[in-house]
């Protein structure tokens, strides 16, 4: 079966510019993730998709980051304009039916804000 | 809220030994996640265990539920385990899922 696909791989963006990242989830996962990992860090939630529709948002600070999941398949996940303490490595991960299912990472997207 | 501390923090050990990593809980859990993450970012879900034991190849994973205990073990460990190994809980409070801070491993040949 075909992994959660990310993009892109890296991204160098100067602060206060946008950017957005993509992710394709495993076929059939109706539970979306998107976390940011901080260097030296444990992975933090951002928000999480049931299908097209958001059960958890409550860590993502929405006054600079976005997120939709329109067709409740692919995501993207959008930050501006962008802050140096937003560069993190930004992961996605699907599973098949929530927490209680395992969970499949992306290789996720490298952003450094400069 | 849940507390999930992981220990060591690092740990270096040579080719063939036998790894243990261990994992501490604060507030009783659902489920348990062991995760590997390689260099560069991805990360590899290793094991969801909410009882008892799995294996899978040269990997183990227990948990104690009594205890809020849960280890990793890794038999014949080689130079390609060398990773950083995440525990991750549900449960306590809280709906999500709460990360240690992980277990860099390295194993030298």
């Known amino acids: 079966e075909a992994g959660v696909a990310q993009s892109p791989r890296y991204k160098i963006i100067e602060k206060r510019q946008s950017v957005a990242f993509w992710c394709n989830p495993i076929?059939?996962?109706?539970?979306l993730y998107w976390y940011q990992q901080i260097l030296g860090q444990g992975p933090k939630l951002l928000i999480q998709?049931?299908?097209?529709?958001?059960?958890?948002d409550s860590q993502l600070p929405k006054d600079r980051f976005s997120a939709e999941r329109l067709k409740g398949v692919d995501s993207t996940l959008k930050i501006q304009p962008a802050k140096l303490e937003d560069s993190a490595v930004y992961l996605c991960?699907?599973?098949?039916?929530?927490?209680?299912?395992?969970?499949?990472f992306g290789n996720g997207t490298r952003l450094t804000v400069t | 809220k849940n507390e999930v501390e992981q220990s060591p923090q690092n740990l270096t050990a040579q080719e063939g030994e036998f790894i243990t990593i261990n994992c501490s809980y604060s507030?009783?859990?659902?489920?348990l996640h062991w995760l590997q993450q390689h260099p560069g970012g991805g990360i590899v879900s290793l094991f969801m265990?909410?009882?008892g034991k799995k294996k899978h190849g040269r990997l183990i994973a227990t948990i104690n539920i009594q205890e809020k205990h849960s280890s990793l073990h890794i038999t014949a460990s080689h130079p390609r385990d060398s990773a950083v190994y995440i525990c991750?809980?549900?449960?306590?409070?809280?709906?999500?899922?709460?990360f240690g801070k992980g277990t860099h491993l390295i194993i030298q040949p």
């Open positions: 507030v009783g859990i659902s489920a």
């Open positions: 265990l909410s009882s």
């Open positions: 991750a809980v549900r449960g306590g409070g809280a709906d999500g899922l709460t």
């Open positions: 991960a699907s599973s098949l039916r929530g927490w209680n299912s395992p969970l499949h």
């Open positions: 998709f049931q299908n097209n529709g958001v059960v958890d």
């Open positions: 076929s059939g996962h109706a539970t």
